[in-house]
């Protein structure tokens, strides 16, 4: 399975930007498909994941309702779309799969990762 983030980028305080998670390899909707990011001197940390079969979805608490996580599984591709964008936000977000139902926060839990892609948002 491989996993292709893209959309990353540098944009202000309040601005949006999307991004992409394109998955091969696999049957998509076999997986779970979270978004992580890690801000510099951080652990990485589960900001929101999709059951891409259900279409179920979690979020972390700092990001509810200014980040939305959706999927495509006609084009095996997940997505999430960040408004309202914060200073805080700053990180390298990656996104990675596992088999299940379940959105699960623990990292090690998920078999397939991206190779992350920076977000920076300036104050």
């Known amino acids: 399975v491989q996993l292709q983030a893209s959309g990353g980028g540098l944009v202000q305080a309040g601005g949006s930007l999307k991004l992409s998670c394109a998955v091969s390899g696999h049957t998509f909707s076999s997986y779970i498909m979270g978004w992580f990011r890690q801000a510099p001197g951080k652990e990485r940390e589960l900001v929101a994941g999709?059951?891409?079969?259900?279409?179920?979805?979690n979020y972390a608490d700092s990001v509810k309702g200014r980040f939305t996580v959706s999927r495509d599984i006609a084009k095996n591709t997940v997505y999430l779309q960040m408004n309202s964008l914060k200073p805080e936000d700053t990180a390298v977000y990656y996104c990675a799969a596992k088999r299940g139902s379940l959105v699960r926060t623990e990292e090690l839990l998920y078999d397939y990762w991206g190779q992350g892609t920076q977000v920076t948002v300036s104050s």
């Open positions: 999709i059951w891409v079969s259900g279409g179920n979805t």
